[in-house]
Nanobody
Framework: QVQLVESGGGLAQPGGSLRLSCASSRSGFRLHPMGWYRQAPGKQRELVASISSGGSIPNYADSVKGRFTISRDNAKNTVYLQMNNLKPEDTAVYYC????????WGQGTQVTVSS
Protein backbone atom coordinates (compact mmCIF):
# COMPACT_ATOMS: atom_id res chain seq x y z
CA GLN A 1 0.00 0.00 0.00
CA VAL A 2 1.37 3.38 -1.02
CA GLN A 3 1.11 6.09 1.56
CA LEU A 4 0.97 9.66 0.37
CA VAL A 5 1.32 12.46 2.91
CA GLU A 6 0.55 15.99 1.80
CA SER A 7 1.63 19.07 3.74
CA GLY A 8 2.16 22.80 3.37
CA GLY A 9 -1.38 24.06 3.07
CA GLY A 10 -2.83 26.91 5.03
CA LEU A 11 -4.41 30.32 4.77
CA ALA A 12 -3.06 32.74 2.19
CA GLN A 13 -4.18 36.14 0.99
CA PRO A 14 -5.05 36.71 -2.65
CA GLY A 15 -1.79 37.22 -4.50
CA GLY A 16 0.11 35.23 -1.92
CA SER A 17 2.11 32.02 -2.20
CA LEU A 18 2.22 28.56 -0.69
CA ARG A 19 4.41 25.55 -1.33
CA LEU A 20 2.89 22.11 -0.99
CA SER A 21 4.85 18.90 -0.46
CA CYS A 22 3.85 15.29 -0.89
CA ALA A 23 5.99 12.48 0.49
CA SER A 24 5.51 8.96 -0.84
CA SER A 25 6.42 5.75 0.94
CA ARG A 26 6.68 3.82 -2.33
CA SER A 27 10.15 2.55 -3.25
CA GLY A 28 9.40 2.84 -6.97
CA PHE A 29 8.26 6.45 -6.72
CA ARG A 30 10.68 7.55 -9.41
CA LEU A 31 9.00 5.31 -11.98
CA HIS A 32 5.62 7.02 -11.79
CA PRO A 33 4.33 10.24 -13.29
CA MET A 34 2.80 12.21 -10.44
CA GLY A 35 0.03 14.74 -10.19
CA TRP A 36 -1.46 17.33 -7.88
CA TYR A 37 -5.23 17.30 -7.66
CA ARG A 38 -7.69 19.50 -5.82
CA GLN A 39 -11.27 19.28 -4.68
CA ALA A 40 -13.28 22.35 -3.80
CA PRO A 41 -16.49 22.09 -1.76
CA GLY A 42 -19.31 20.75 -3.88
CA LYS A 43 -17.05 20.07 -6.84
CA GLN A 44 -15.36 17.03 -8.31
CA ARG A 45 -11.67 16.40 -7.78
CA GLU A 46 -9.63 17.81 -10.63
CA LEU A 47 -6.07 17.48 -11.84
CA VAL A 48 -4.19 20.77 -11.65
CA ALA A 49 -0.65 19.71 -12.53
CA SER A 50 1.31 16.62 -13.47
CA ILE A 51 4.96 15.78 -13.96
CA SER A 52 6.74 12.99 -15.76
CA SER A 53 8.61 10.31 -13.85
CA GLY A 54 11.97 11.97 -14.48
CA GLY A 55 10.66 15.43 -13.73
CA SER A 56 11.40 17.03 -17.07
CA ILE A 57 7.86 17.31 -18.44
CA PRO A 58 5.29 19.28 -16.45
CA ASN A 59 1.73 19.92 -17.50
CA TYR A 60 -0.82 22.32 -16.05
CA ALA A 61 -4.52 22.96 -16.10
CA ASP A 62 -5.34 26.23 -17.83
CA SER A 63 -6.66 27.64 -14.56
CA VAL A 64 -3.23 27.49 -12.90
CA LYS A 65 -0.86 27.84 -15.85
CA GLY A 66 1.71 30.55 -15.21
CA ARG A 67 1.00 30.60 -11.48
CA PHE A 68 1.75 27.06 -10.24
CA THR A 69 4.94 25.06 -10.67
CA ILE A 70 5.18 21.32 -10.09
CA SER A 71 8.51 19.67 -9.35
CA ARG A 72 9.83 16.49 -7.80
CA ASP A 73 12.85 15.13 -5.99
CA ASN A 74 13.07 11.41 -6.66
CA ALA A 75 15.89 10.99 -4.15
CA LYS A 76 13.45 12.15 -1.47
CA ASN A 77 10.33 10.47 -2.91
CA THR A 78 8.67 13.88 -2.82
CA VAL A 79 6.67 15.99 -5.23
CA TYR A 80 6.10 19.71 -4.75
CA LEU A 81 3.63 22.33 -5.90
CA GLN A 82 4.71 25.96 -5.73
CA MET A 83 1.61 28.14 -5.89
CA ASN A 84 2.01 31.84 -6.60
CA ASN A 85 -0.47 34.64 -7.19
CA LEU A 86 -3.13 32.65 -5.39
CA LYS A 87 -6.78 33.41 -6.06
CA PRO A 88 -9.88 32.71 -3.95
CA GLU A 89 -10.93 30.11 -6.52
CA ASP A 90 -7.81 28.12 -5.65
CA THR A 91 -9.39 27.31 -2.29
CA ALA A 92 -9.65 23.52 -2.04
CA VAL A 93 -8.19 20.43 -0.47
CA TYR A 94 -5.07 19.50 -2.43
CA TYR A 95 -3.97 15.91 -2.96
CA CYS A 96 -1.14 14.20 -4.75
CA UNK A 97 -1.31 10.85 -6.50
CA UNK A 98 0.27 9.22 -9.47
CA UNK A 99 -1.11 10.16 -12.85
CA UNK A 100 -3.47 8.65 -13.73
CA UNK A 101 -4.45 8.29 -10.09
CA UNK A 102 -4.29 4.68 -8.98
CA UNK A 103 -2.71 4.90 -5.53
CA UNK A 104 -4.76 5.20 -2.36
CA TRP A 105 -5.56 8.83 -1.66
CA GLY A 106 -3.94 10.59 1.26
CA GLN A 107 -5.78 12.97 3.54
CA GLY A 108 -4.82 16.02 1.53
CA THR A 109 -3.90 19.49 2.70
CA GLN A 110 -6.34 22.39 2.92
CA VAL A 111 -5.55 25.57 1.01
CA THR A 112 -7.71 28.60 1.76
CA VAL A 113 -7.25 31.85 -0.13
CA SER A 114 -9.06 34.72 1.47
CA SER A 115 -8.49 38.28 2.58
Amino acid sequence: QVQLVESGGGLAQPGGSLRLSCASSRSGFRLHPMGWYRQAPGKQRELVASISSGGSIPNYADSVKGRFTISRDNAKNTVYLQMNNLKPEDTAVYYCNNHPATFDWGQGTQVTVSS
